[in-house]
């Protein structure tokens, strides 16, 4: 009989709490944040509001970007990461603040596996080596060669110390055995007037960032990262097509991710209605016209890629000698 009562106020508390147990369907419950190092206006925050758009609509909850740019995204970063592990606090971050900070930073302000959990790639784009109209250069061929022939006086531009484009750009240095020297700019924009007014000899630059200047006949792209062709631009060679290393493949891509703690079965839910935004027509159309690619990696397969582009950003920064703190 005593056993009967004590099997019976067991089975009374296991259902309470899981009356009180928040169910990963009823997600979200409230209003979602989403906190973003990228301005107003950026491509990247462009993307994440059409999709804060389409979420609001499945989730029946408003779901809110908030800005916040500046200091490599840290403050950002550091904002999110002191929110609740309930997956009403989520962030986006991009290429180099998951795979390459922790590297360059000897003192970062967060850890990217204890302070995050990875949810899913929202898009990744390739970048188009960019020359001015006059420039001498036609293929990556003509610039290794010249590279190898003159060792430190052939110039490439990037917009920071570790950027995508500065990690892809000494990538190719280490695989075609050259030096080239690195010049860094403040922002974007004047990176790429550099290019067109020959401060530089090239740059690596996204088509979001550097196609006005390409349209408007200042910039020349003599050929792209990606593995083969783009289909919005098929004349343009692949590096390896053009010259330069063979199999040559770099991208960059932003993310989000939920401060560490958030229920499996929450994160999960975040994964498929995120995933299916990007599949809708208006997202597809966004990506096109930033020539972006949708990048709905698997949970599993997104942690995979963290680790393996940790691992070759890191052996790209140990040869660049650099730190930034």
Partial sequence: MLLSRTTQCAAL???????????????????????????????????LRLLADSLSKTWGKPVIIEN??????????????????????????????????????????????????AIIPLFRNYFMVAVSKDSPYQSMRDIVADA??????ITYGSWS????????????????????????????SQLYI???????????????TSGSLERAGKLRYI??????????????????????????????????????????????KIHRDVAAALAEPAMKAKFAALFYEGYPLSRAGFNDLLAVESKRNAAVVKRLNVQLD
């Fill in 223 to 268: 050929a792209v990262s990606a593995p083969k062709r783009l289909p919005e631009l098929p004349n343009i060679p692949t590096v390896a097509e053009s010259g330069g290393p063979a199999q040559f493949d770099y991208s960059a891509w932003t993310a989000l991710v939920a401060p560490k703690g958030v229920p499996a079965a929450t994160l999960d």
């Fill in 194 to 208: 550099g290019v067109a007014n020959r401060e530089v000899d090239w740059a690596f630059g996204s088509v979001a």
């Fill in 68 to 117: 916040k740019p500046g200091a490599n995204g840290f403050i950002a970063i550091d904002q999110a990461k002191r929110q609740a592990a309930d997956g009403h606090e989520l962030l986006q971050m991009d290429t180099s603040q998951m795979t390459t900070y922790q590297s360059l930073f000897k003192k970062l302000p967060y850890d990217i596996n204890k302070d995050f959990d």
């Fill in 148 to 153: 190898k022939s003159k060792p430190t006086k």
């Fill in 13 to 47: 508390v296991c259902g309470a709490l899981a009356i009180s147990a928040p169910n990963a369907q009823d997600f979200p419950t409230k209003a979602v944040r989403i906190t973003t190092p990228f301005p107003v206006g950026s491509g990247p925050e462009g993307v």
């Fill in 161 to 188: 110390i570790g950027n995508p484009v500065h990690i892809a750009s000494a990538m190719i240095e280490a695989e075609t055995g050259t030096t080239m020297t690195h010049v860094p700019y403040k922002e974007t």
